[in-house]
């Protein structure tokens, strides 16, 4: 069996901040979101100025990849996972957009 090291004081009194830290954002139901994100990310944003074409130089961007991934990779779940993800950042990344320039 392994013998273990000893942790430092100041790591011990750091893990022990983090639970507490953890075990207080538990008990008192915090959220690091708030109401007025929860709107903004679910609302309809038009586009402005400049915003349409790079929402669609993102779109074209992800389109390619994907194409890349199916026609580079074999089917798959892997694959299925790949594509699935390039189509979550696209969809992030536009958002970055419309609900950070709000």
């Not at 690091?32 to 100025?49: E, N």
């Not at 991934?69 to 074999?74: F, R, V, Y």
Request: hydrophobic residues 40%.
């Amino acid at each position: 069996m392994p013998r273990q090291r000893k942790q430092s004081p100041e790591l011990e009194r750091a893990v022990e901040q983090l639970a507490m830290l953890i075990d207080s954002v538990r008990s008192e139901n915090i959220s690091l979101v708030t109401d007025a994100q929860i709107d903004s990310w679910f609302k309809y944003h038009a586009p402005k100025g400049t915003q349409g074409e790079r929402y669609e130089l993102i779109r074209s961007a992800g389109k390619a990849l994907a194409r890349v991934i199916l026609c580079n990779t074999p089917p798959g779940p892997d694959q299925n996972a790949a594509i699935r993800k390039v189509r979550e950042t696209v969809a992030t990344a536009n958002a970055a957009i419309a609900c950070g320039e709000a």
